[in-house]
């Protein structure tokens, strides 16, 4: 069984190091459910797949979609006051339709479901190692080019690759996995004193993650959600605590 | 010298003998398998079922011991016909066990053993391989079981013949049994004969058609879709020329829609299992039959 608890914990660790740097910008720009409602939007493009192309294009399409998505979030963060409240109807809009196209489809709930049913457990290796070169090569760009960028620019490269990794992660390891790396040890991150946030955050991430496989496996629960459970709990039990730099956690900067 | 060869050769045929008396470790996909695994295999098998009988069979939350559990599986017995699709092939790819692979002697798929009915006349190509075998909850009528034990007795014959004996003579044992039993449900189904009723789910199809019980339509407008009110309407509107007097409802769907009809028609709403462990009283095959009968005629 080490191999795939050992597969298992480099999955997380390399989503983890994608998403953690993706976490602590869309906690300081105040728009956390980004991620799921680009999540949604790469669904709806997988339910066209099936519905039309019977499962043809799934990758494509769901990049499209989530594209698209993010895109008209990146858009309303500038325009409208109520940002929050688009990102929340983008997420009902890709949830409810996903449920009307799959409504004509015989089996399609089932298909959708077996294509969907993304378990943390179930990633191949050569899944993993791909995702980690890709990974790798997107936080080098970032790294280099993000920095120097500003304005429109800079909102269109974090939109674009944000939609890139969220389609990505969450077809090897599912929505809430995916959501719980994200925010959870970036926000602890963003509480502690010192440090660089995003060294922090991976840091506390990786204990996490590790802590969550053992359970998982000693107790026989289902891995991604220890995963979601232990992540969510300790974010929660840090923001109730009375210390850190709350104060840089404001939206809108 | 010659004392310490009989020696070590005494010491190789008992290994030997504790290898041969492990028991066979069999994974069983759905509790109703893992029962009669148990039933026909008795001592010589360890069974454990992956799937829990009250949850809903199309769908299951895998835990890291189902891909242990198939990993070290001498055999693996599936009921097959796409009814583990959404869950099994990331199991068995991941578990890495040859042995238990499709195909293999180690693999058991019971639908083949069956006859399948609602097979579509036709699959076009353009469906890929999203087509339907046919109606997969075929365990459901009582008259398959003995092929199903059958089925099993065979497979486990081939893969430890030393005791064929013992699986033949349980398999004997379990079908004399299950027979004075087929009798004194037929018995109990015979005024049930002719009286129509509603399913939310294609999932008694099989108990219905064996037991003469037309089925008028199902409250889901497809199977795995949730119902819609334009469907409900069509449904309410067949059934006042068609009168049924059940609704027949399993353990995991939401039954606010059967509960819906059945008031407003004046229905009988009766929730039946599905497998063993779906509700309680129901731990074996001859229970779980036992209160599908008990509640339908009560």
């Known amino acids: 069984m080490t191999d795939i608890l050992l597969s298992t914990f480099l999955l997380s660790v390399v989503l983890l190091g994608m998403h953690s740097f993706y976490g602590i910008e869309v906690i300081k720009r105040g728009i956390i459910f980004t991620d799921l409602a680009i999540g949604q939007m790469a669904a709806v493009g997988a339910a066209i797949s099936i519905l039309f192309f019977d499962g043809e294009y799934l990758f494509p399409l769901s990049l499209v979609f989530a594209l698209f998505g993010g895109s008209l979030i990146a858009f309303a963060s500038k325009r409208a006051n109520s940002h929050e409240a688009f990102i929340g109807l983008v997420y009902a809009f890709g949830l409810s339709g996903v449920f009307i196209l799959l409504s004509k489809s015989y089996h399609g ?42 304005g429109v ?54 204990i996490i993650n590790l802590v969550s496989i053992i ?31 709350s104060k840089e956690i404001r939206p809108g900067t | 010298m010659n004392k310490f060869i009989w ?59 189902f891909i242990a559990r198939v990993r070290n599986a001498d055999l693996l017995v599936i009921s097959g016909a796409q009814l583990e699709i959404g869950w099994m092939p990331p199991i068995l790819r991941q578990a890495n066990n040859p042995s238990v692979q499709p195909g293999e002697k180690g693999f058991l798929d019971l639908s083949r053993y069956v006859t399948l009915i609602d097979v579509p006349a ?27 034990a059958k089925a099993i007795t065979e497979k486990l014959c081939e893969i430890d013949p030393s005791d064929a004996s013992y699986y033949r003579s349980n398999l004997d044992e379990f079908v004399r049994q299950w027979n004075e039993k087929l009798k004194e449900w ?40 949730p119902p819609t009110s334009k469907h409900i309407e069509h449904l309410e509107s067949i059934l006042e020329s068609h009168r049924a007097q059940f609704i027949l409802q399993d353990v995991y769907n939401p039954d606010d829609a059967s509960r819906h009809l059945a008031n407003k028609l004046g229905m009988k709403l009766i929730v039946l ?17 036992d209160e599908i009968v008990r509640r339908l005629t009560q």
Do not use: C
Not at chain 2, 186 to 192: A, F, Q, S, T, V
């Open chain 1, 215 to 245: 359970v998982s496996y000693n107790f026989d629960f289902p891995t991604g959600y220890t995963l979601v459970f232990f992540h969510a709990l300790l974010a929660l039990g840090v923001s109730v605590a009375p210390v850190g730099r």
């Open chain 2, 186 to 225: 037929k018995e109990k189904m015979r005024p049930l004969e002719r009286v129509a009723v509603v399913e939310y789910h294609k999932i008694y199809d099989y108990f219905l058609r064996r037991f003469g019980l037309p089925i008028v339509g199902t409250v889901e407008p497809l199977p795995g879709i």
């Open chain 1, 153 to 206: 620019v800079r909102d269109f490269i974090f939109f674009v690759t944000f939609a890139l990794t969220v389609t990505i992660s969450v077809r090897l390891a599912g929505v809430l996995v995916v959501f719980a790396l994200l925010v959870g040890p970036a926000l602890i991150a963003l509480k502690v004193q010192k440090g660089i946030p995003l060294i922090n955050a991976w840091i506390i991430g990786v």
């Open chain 2, 273 to 289: 299992p599905h497998d063993v462990g779906a509700v309680r009283g129901v731990d074996d095959i001859f229970s779980l039959f």
């Open chain 1, 109 to 150: 709930m089932e298909t959708f479901q077996k294509l969907m049913a993304s378990d943390i457990l179930f990633t191949p290796l050569e899944e993993i190692l791909k995702t980690a070169v890709i990974y790798a090569v997107l936080g080098l760009f970032l790294l280099l080019v993000y920095g120097k960028t500003a």
């Open chain 2, 122 to 148: 036709s699959v076009s190509r353009e469906q890929g391989d999203i087509h339907p075998e046919g109606n997969p909850h075929f365990y459901l009528d009582p008259y398959n079981i003995p092929l199903l």
């Open chain 2, 7 to 65: 020696i070590f050769l005494l010491f190789v045929a008992m290994v030997a003998q504790s290898a041969m008396a492990r028991p066979l470790r069999v994974v069983a996909s759905y509790p109703y398998i893992g029962d009669l695994v148990e039933k026909i295999g008795g001592r010589n098998v360890h069974v454990v079922s992956l799937a829990r009988g009250d949850y809903n069979p199309h769908v299951i939350i895998p835990r890291p011991s």
